[in-house]
């Protein structure tokens, strides 16, 4: 599924970056940065950016590395897709010096314990195969002190429940009326949906699986917000997404840990 999952992304990296950049040139960009920067200071509030290390897992097009490296933070970027990380590069632009990318499993990292101080992912977990063992490399290169940080949704439980699926219909239907870009059909939905199928957080409850795997690994402290997308969405994609709401789900790693 790894290699299928890849090939998808491959495909869509094009259309993605574009996702990105319009949103590094609209409202999400002020938004999540204002929230980002909000969450980290609280963590690391005696602590200056430049000596604070954060890991984007999964950074796509460079969204969120792009961002944390204009806050000054030292960044380093990952995805399984070389096509995302050129597309990263190039529109991180004169940044892309400022930040380190490698290719990389999110399931399965490469670096030594303990090294970031904080890991952030966005729309990444609902198609990791692992997804527990994500999280619990995720952790393994917090620092004692560090944070976790995971936006991501129940982008197709509409698959496996039928109320869900009316909600999705729903949706569609509300976009279409307003003359909007659909963000779900715009892409290759038939590939997407079958891939979400075969992936095992598309059919749970999500952030409470989330939460409950996080709790079963030693030493976090585990929060979440169930539809932190009110905060920093875009009117076009409260719309797109009214029935999947994106949720946060945070872990701070004790001292001993």
Not at 102 to 127: C, E, G, H, K, Y
Not at 178 to 204: F, N, R, W
Request: glycine fraction near 6%; proline fraction near 4%; aromatic fraction near 12%.
């Amino acid at each position: 599924m790894l290699k299928e999952i890849q090939k998808y992304w491959t495909h869509r990296s094009s259309g993605y970056s574009k996702v990105n950049q319009d949103e590094l040139n609209g409202c999400q960009k002020a938004n999540w940065t204002r929230f980002l920067q909000k969450e980290i200071h609280q963590q690391f509030s005696h602590r200056r950016p430049e000596d604070i290390k954060v890991l984007d897992i999964g950074c796509g097009p460079g969204f969120f590395s792009i961002i944390l490296a204009e806050l000054g933070y030292q960044v380093t970027a990952i995805d399984y897709t070389e096509a995302m990380l050129l597309q990263a590069r190039k529109n991180a632009g004169i940044l892309a010096e400022c930040i380190s990318f490698f290719q990389m499993d999110a399931q399965n990292l490469q670096f030594p314990d303990r090294i970031f101080d904080a890991v952030i992912s966005r729309n990444l977990t609902w198609n990791l195969e692992h997804p527990g063992q994500a999280y619990a490399s995720w952790c393994r290169v917090l620092k004692n002190g560090g944070l976790l940080l995971n936006f991501d949704a129940n982008w197709y439980g509409y698959l496996f429940d039928e109320q869900k699926r009316s909600e999705y219909e729903r949706d569609r239907a509300i976009v279409e009326a307003k003359g909007l870009e659909d963000h779900y059909t715009c892409t290759d939905i038939a590939a997407m949906e079958a891939i979400a199928y075969q992936m095992p957080l598309s059919p749970v409850s999500r952030p409470e699986w989330d939460v409950q795997a996080l709790r079963r690994l030693p030493g976090l402290d585990v929060s979440s917000e169930e539809n932190v997308g009110e905060r920093l969405w875009s009117e076009t994609e409260k719309i797109n997404y009214a029935a999947t709401p994106m949720f946060m789900v945070r872990a701070i790693k004790k001292d001993g840990f």
